[in-house]
């Protein structure tokens, strides 16, 4: 359809998570039209990511170094580890500035339609930090649907034999929203996680 080093841009770019045909075909039209310049940087950033990132040695997070910046970081609490699927996750925890822990990611979540089962998870590195590093508390901060809670009982199975304390993020209604409009799944949940109120 068209020619051929379009179309090559276009299929590559709708391999790309969340990039139907059209947005591969828009976005394609739009580094055609842009300054060479301009396509020359996307290209570069996408070649320094490929060539200066990797994993950190220690939770898995994204590094440029054997550690990542929150391993590395002396402030942070080593007793507290937050269990994650993915690095993103650790992006969106970040935000609320509530945590100063450190954290592991997964690399997924328990799933075995996807043929993803613990041994496809980074599990047993994460047994070896408790076992190596003085852990007191592990937050399991997965996902709230059914992989993600699936990978939260499976790891608190195996964690609370080893005597650490294990909890997990609360979950229910968003502030701001209406109680006709939550799932039955929400709201239980929200009750379940309800606290006392301080007079």
Do not use: W
């Not at 080093?5 to 039209?33: K, N, T």
């Not at 970081?73 to 937050?82: E, F, G, T």
């Amino acid at each position: 359809m068209f020619a051929a080093p379009i179309q090559e841009l276009v299929d590559e770019l709708g391999r790309l998570p969340g990039i139907g045909p059209r947005s591969a075909q828009r976005i394609a039209f739009h580094l055609l039209e842009a300054e060479r310049q301009d396509a020359l940087r996307l290209a570069q950033a996408i070649v320094e990511v490929k060539d200066r990132m990797r994993l950190c040695d220690r939770c898995f997070n994204v590094a440029e170094t054997d550690l990542c910046t929150i391993c590395s970081d002396q402030r942070r609490d080593k007793s507290i580890v937050c269990v994650v699927e993915d690095p993103r996750d650790i992006v969106a925890v970040e935000r609320t500035r509530e945590f100063h822990g450190t954290y592991h990611v997964l690399g997924g979540a328990l799933s075995p339609i996807d043929g993803i089962g613990p041994e496809q998870l980074r599990v047993r590195p994460l047994l070896m930090r408790l076992g190596a590093e003085s852990v007191a508390e592990v937050i399991l901060c997965t996902n709230p649907n059914l992989e993600g809670e699936a990978t939260a009982m499976y790891l608190a199975r195996l964690l609370l034999p080893l005597g650490v304390k294990v909890t997990r993020i609360a979950s229910g209604l968003p502030v701001g929203g209406d109680l006709e409009y939550a799932d039955e799944l929400t709201l239980g949940r929200a009750l379940e996680g309800r606290r006392e109120v301080a007079g």
